[in-house]
């Protein structure tokens, strides 16, 4: 599987933009690259995923390099309920089925 | 929609028994997923089935493992015997194969003592 680079850890203030980098420099043409965040005592939460254009929805953007050697997760305002470890993940589609597969992920710290 | 239902949330057992965990996927998602979580190693996928068959199971620790998933609509996941190396959280997930994200359910906190 390609494998995935993110910091250990970022803080951000509350009500500010937050921008979560990620490379994926082995990354295949056919990789979806998946984000998704885990709350203190919870499982894994689906956040976006994209290909090779960005992406926007309710929770976040997703900017994607043009050589997809990279990303970028955007929080657009970063509230207290966003503390969580958020994970950048490949996902490749194969026909005997697919996987993700977890790193140690960032873990984001947001200041009242 | 109810999402991912795991039972049970906690369970803490004697190194030796046997332990069952369970899983109830999304109504309609094909692909189910089993994993575990440690302070240690962070989030393992241990085995995953497709529409009911097992596909890779190599994440299985060893023999001790099992998993079956006899219909669409659950799942299991035994530990026998358990040892106290078992303790984790394991969260099962399921997706449509070809679809968007992963649902994961809430979990269940082993503690084998």
């Known amino acids: 599987d390609a494998k995935t680079t993110q910091p250990n850890s970022m803080e951000s203030n509350e009500e500010e933009p937050v921008h979560l980098p990620c490379n994926h420099s082995?990354?295949?043409?056919?990789?979806?690259i998946h984000w998704y965040r885990q709350l203190p005592s919870q499982g894994p939460e689906y956040v976006i995923h994209?290909?090779?254009s960005n992406v926007n929805n309710r929770m976040a953007s997703l900017a994607i390099a043009e050589d997809r050697k990279s990303s970028t997760l955007i929080l657009h305002r970063a509230t207290l309920r966003d503390a969580a470890v958020y994970y950048c993940?490949?996902?490749?589609?194969?026909?005997?089925?697919?996987?993700?597969?977890f790193g140690t992920g960032t873990r984001l710290a947001v200041r009242p | 929609d109810a999402g991912v239902i795991q039972s049970p949330r906690h369970e803490v057992t004697e190194m030796g028994q046997e332990v069952t965990l369970r899983c109830k996927p999304i109504?309609?998602?094909?692909?189910l997923f089993w994993y575990r979580q440690t302070m240690m190693r962070g989030l393992e996928l241990l085995i995953y089935?497709?529409?009911?068959?097992?596909?890779?199971d190599s994440g299985m620790p060893e023999d001790r493992f099992s998993a079956k998933m006899p219909n669409a609509s659950f799942s299991t996941l035994k530990i026998q015997p358990s040892e106290p190396r078992d303790s984790a959280v394991y969260f099962c997930?399921?997706?449509?194969?070809?679809?968007?994200?992963?649902?994961f359910g809430s979990g269940t906190r082993l503690t084998v003592v």
């Open positions: 082995t990354i295949s043409g056919t990789d979806y």
């Open positions: 109504s309609g998602h094909n692909s």
């Open positions: 997930a399921s997706s449509f194969r070809e679809g968007k994200g992963y649902t």
């Open positions: 994209g290909l090779t």
């Open positions: 089935f497709n529409n009911n068959v097992p596909i890779d």
């Open positions: 993940i490949l996902r490749a589609l194969k026909s005997s089925g697919d996987k993700l597969t």
